[in-house]
């Protein structure tokens, strides 16, 4: 493979493609098919046949907009049309080629606007399972020119000045990574990619695997040869059925490509890649604990260092990034790092996607530039909180990050901002919530998820977890007392400085920022046994609160 | 326990048992496929019982400790019998937002069991799950694997019922 013969298959799609005056895209994400977006499909494609246009049906991932799915794009005019369902089939093909159909048109401009598309600059456009779709979008070029033009070095670099930070909440610098990996000394090196998506909210990696996966398994093949891998895994969430199967086929035609395996583009670089299930476990993200899940083993972290960096899988060098760093890799190759590192702020580049979820009007996937504000993706993007209520906060980064209230909503997301007002970028879950939620029951939940998902092999955070759950049941079900908040505010430190890894160093978070900005519903709940939002039943008193034994 | 070198034989003549082997020997009985042949075992039989994990744990040569670890460890592995439908309520955070609780406590109280259970009968297992990745469309509900969006407690009932009817 080379790029002419890259650019050859390309052009025998374009020109089959240009056999059709119409191309209809169905999103078929999971979000969509869930409205059985399938059957639209299939009605689509017989009422083409029917009419005898030359119309082409194709099935894309993810448009984003899931709260107006079924999604239809009609090119080349780009009328998206919402809510479709399979009655719509004969009314939208034969309005093609004269007006839209008005009463299905999404006129949602402020919504699409303002974003920039990089990671899902295919999403909604490409089929995901043909290599070809993403070929014809410049699929590939990257890694063949990386391949035939640039050293490792060459390519470490290109990544370092793009300034790309990991996408999966830490924000390492990808650059560093990569070259801390290339240095290493070892016989193989591993390359794995985070899919174990376990943050309950958020959806970024299942849509980008589901939508775009040969962006992934080329972003992978490039880290590969940059830092000197031959092998390389996918962990990804055995909930993810379609992400998988989406996955399973992209693999095999990437091979039949030549496009991993041996002596790929006739160099010395060979690479391949197998998918390997979790098995629902929270703490598998942690790349320890990961590693440990692809050995076959419990997945439990264990002390760093050695970083796996050094001694990673099967104790050699491993270089383990996020679905979404992986999918940022190739646009930074083919439009060099400089252009990169004008999208965003000074020290988070790029752009950022986000699952903008819960009280909010346009649930669904966004793309945004580092640096806008929280203000502008949930008021305009999102469409702001609907049904008349009023904003209370938002929710980021998961079980490791917190609640922002409306008064820091013109803060500017990048991981430095979000960490100052207490929270975190985290993997990009967005969770808005109303008058109708009770911060302190939110709080409950995070920790309740903490101490079922926690492995239990260092002390603190199996029982302070615990303990710190028995304690806002207590408030709760109003049977707590001033001194159970002091102790409660005690815990939350002990448990931050002392955990293993960053499942109990940050299952604090949570409720030292609802406790920043929103004490007064603490207090209400523990002083005169209220819960302002009516959520919590301040009758159940003794009922649950009982302290948890734990074996510590 | 097998011993380095044998291999153990099927639990039984069930055919299910050569795709379970079949996965074992395309990673090459390595030590590291447990969490892989456990998932080949679940998806042919639904879930995981002693002689399963006894016969994985055998052929691929790792203890029994190490074997009943793995699959108690992750959530996902299932050690009972599911019953012939299974409502699977997320109640991850966008999900929970939008009172995915009062759906749990629903159905629990329709069918009487606590969720992981099944009903006495055997018809219905009640599961929740931490996020399935739907929060477009939350509150979201696993009808034996098909997705719903947009979950209302009517409409769950409606399909517990037609359940319960067949």
Sequence with gaps: MNLEELEQIAENLREGNARFDHEINVCMGTGCLSQHSDRLKDELAKAVAASGKKVLVRRTGCMGLCAAGPLVLIDPDKTLYQHVNTAHAETVVNSLGSEPVAELQCNLRAHFEEQVHVVLENSGHIDPEKIDDYIARDGYKALVKALTEMTPGDVIREVTESGLRGRGGGGYPTGLKWSTVAKAAGDAKYVICNGDEGDPGAFMDRSVLESDPQRVLEGMAIAAYAVGASKGYVYVRAEYPLAVSRLTASLREARRRGLLGANICNTQFSFDVEIRLGAGAFVCGEETALIASIEGKRGTPRPRPPYPAVGGLWNKPTLINNVETFANIPPILRNGGKWFARLGTEKSKGTKVFALTGKITNTGLVEVPMGISLRQIIEGIGGGVPGGHAFKAVQTGGPSGGCIPKELLDIEVSYESLIQAGSMMGSGGMIVMDDTSCMVNVARFFIEFCMTESCGKCIPCRAGTAQLHTLLTRICSGSASIADLDLLIDLCGTVKETSLCGLGQTAPNPILSTLRYFKDEYMEHIVHKRCPAGVCNMQARQTDASPLEVMA | ?166
């Design chain 2, 1 to 166: 326990m097998a011993t380095y070198g044998s291999m153990p034989d099927p639990p039984s003549a069930d055919k299910r048992w050569k795709i379970v082997t079949g996965t074992m020997r395309k990673n090459g009985f390595a030590r590291h496929a447990l969490i892989e042949a456990l998932h080949t075992v679940q998806s042919s039989f639904g879930y995981l019982d002693d002689a399963a994990i006894r016969f994985v744990a055998g052929s691929l040569r790792v203890p029994l400790s190490q074997a009943y670890g793995v699959a108690t460890f992750y959530h996902y592995f299932n050690l009972t019998p599911p019953g012939r439908h299974t409502m699977t309520i997320c109640t991850g955070t966008a999900c929970y937002i939008k009172g995915t609780d009062k759906l749990v406590a629903e159905a629990e109280k329709r069918l009487g069991v606590a969720q992981g259970r099944t009903t006495s009968d055997g018809n219905i297992t009640l599961m929740t799950a931490r996020c399935v990745g739907a929060c477009g469309r939350a509150p979201v509900v696993l009808a034996d694997g098909e997705l719903n969006g947009q979950m209302t407690c009517e409409q769950m009932i409606e399909q517990l019922e037609r359940w319960a009817a067949e």
